[in-house]
């Protein structure tokens, strides 16, 4: 073969081998001529732009990578063709999809006339995004790019230009496991080579690594590992690629990526992980996570022993499995409300393995992805199936103690219509009897014998007095005034004798409270005003009392309220069994009667009394 033939074909490989190198670096380069035409382009900068390779050949630089007319004032291709020099900018671009790190270095002919510049574009969005840091350190990145620039100044090809320009070590290597080249991000952290052998030069061993005599990139396998670096403490991902030196000799490209940050926060994210899981798994709630169709994707061991399953046996089956029929209904009714983006609580039945009922409360979210689609749901379950049967027997037994409250309140009534019609019927007569009896001795004894008329006279008032105690009793016992009259005059009437026997001015500001409730509550009514007339004549030393009966919000409301001295509710509770069952009493009628009762009170402010009833249909 010729000298000329061997030239050429080592121009040929030469080219073939800077072909591939341009194509296989990460950062968007292009060709420019001197009329902002591009005359090539490598892969990342035609994935970039999303055309094919002979789409863009002709293309000016301005319109398809800055939709403009022209170039724009900082372009640095216009200024290396004014000036012969490099030039480097930092710009976002829309286009592109990100920031960039823009260099132009010159290209010259034979002659050393400017034909082009070479146009490398560096991705630094991620950087810009994840490190706050490094906009701190915005000045120390300029020096770094005009060092860089000083180097791709002096540097005549274009593989070590691109190269250079990586913020990535980049170093190659040859069969003999020689450093080639070294980028400048490697000579900072190692030094300069000096022709050493890569593994005495990167790693400080004496001999070729375990992961390089497998020998697999120079068989012409592409190769990423991890290595760590004692002498460094840092950690890196490595890409190796095999590629043909001119002569055809193997040799292997390597990018480091400095990933230290990135193990750093992998880290702390897989113990965050395994603190939430072990949180998770030992809490006393149940927790699901379901997918958008309804089906669990992750349980945790509380739920699954809820239930008596193990996870695995739950896990993959629809929530509806677990669900009784009323549960059912709740759950698609909720899954939509979730589906909306709506949180919710709510109570469900679900279904353990043997088909007994688990009642609980369900605090559910839920789950989005990036693009606002919704992607299921995930709850907090507590067990409250013990509580609730709690709940419900404390609610059977209060209804047995209504029905028993009922029964002793009518059985109260009852004795006290049979006593007041004995004292009405018996003793009203037997001392009617007693006083004609007085009388007739008065009149027939003789008239000289004054000290026994006087004793006759006497008896009688006395018997008077008597019978007026136990008409007021028998009234009180039984009023008849509440059946002949109705609630409305039996209240004024208690309100009028009250004052008469008490001396205690009462202010009575009663509506027809008779046509606002049903016959059947008159009683009860009647008893809690006498009730509380009572208490405040004992207990109150009250000046004034106000009764107001009236229709209030849809209700009728009983109000009785003095301004004696009051008390604490709170005390007087605790000390029922010594300050007997006024207040008690009071509140157990009302409720027999489907009403509420409460009591406003405290030391020195009175006591005000408010019973609230349904209003008949």
Known sequence: MTEDGRAGKALIRAKEEWELTFDSVPDLIAIIDNEHR??????????????????????????IVHDAPGPPDFCPHARSLADGQTHSRELHEDRLGGDFIVAATPLKNDLGKIVGSVHVAHDITARRQAEDALRRSCDALEARVLERTAELDLEGKKLKSILDSMSDGVYIVNSRYEMVYANPVIRKRHGA????????????????????????????????????????????????????????????????????????????????????????????????????????TYVNKRFSETLGYSGEEIIGRPVTDFLGESGLAVYGRETSERAAGKRGTYEISTLKRDGEPVTAIVSARPLFDGRGQFKGSFAVITDITERKQAEDALRESERQLRRLSAQIFTAQETERRRLSSELHDELAQDLAALKLHFNFMEKNLPEGNKLLKRAC??????????????????????????????LTAAIRRLANDFAKNSGVGVTLDACDIDALIVRESHTAVYRIVQEALTNIGKHARAAHVSIITRKDDGMASLSIEDDGRGFDPTATARDSEMKGLGLATMKGRAEMIGGTFAVEAGPGRGTRILVRLPIKE
């Open 457 to 486: 006279r006497k008896g009688v008032r006395r018997i008077d007095a008597v019978m007026e105690n136990v008409r007021r009793i028998s009234r009180d016992l039984s009023p008849s005034i509440l059946e002949d009259f109705g």
């Open 193 to 296: 080579p000096e022709k050493s052998k890569c593994y005495e030069y990167l790693h400080g061993e004496d001999a070729v690594c375990a992961s390089c005599r497998i020998g697999n990139v120079f068989a012409g396998k592409t190769v990423q590992r991890e290595w760590h670096s004692p002498a460094l403490g840092r950690t890196f991902d490595i890409l190796e690629t095999p590629f043909a030196d001119a002569d055809g000799s193997p040799c292997k490209l390597a990018i480091l990526r400095d990933i230290t940050d990135r193990k750093k926060v992998d880290e702390a994210l897989r113990e965050s992980e395994e603190r939430f899981r072990t949180l998770v798994e030992t809490m006393n709630e149940g927790l699901v996570v379901h997918d958008e169709r309804g089906v669990l």
């Open 38 to 63: 591009i005359l090539r382009a490598n892969r990342a900068m035609l994935q970039r732009l999303g055309i094919e390779p002979a789409q863009c050949v002709g293309l000016h630089c301005y319109e």
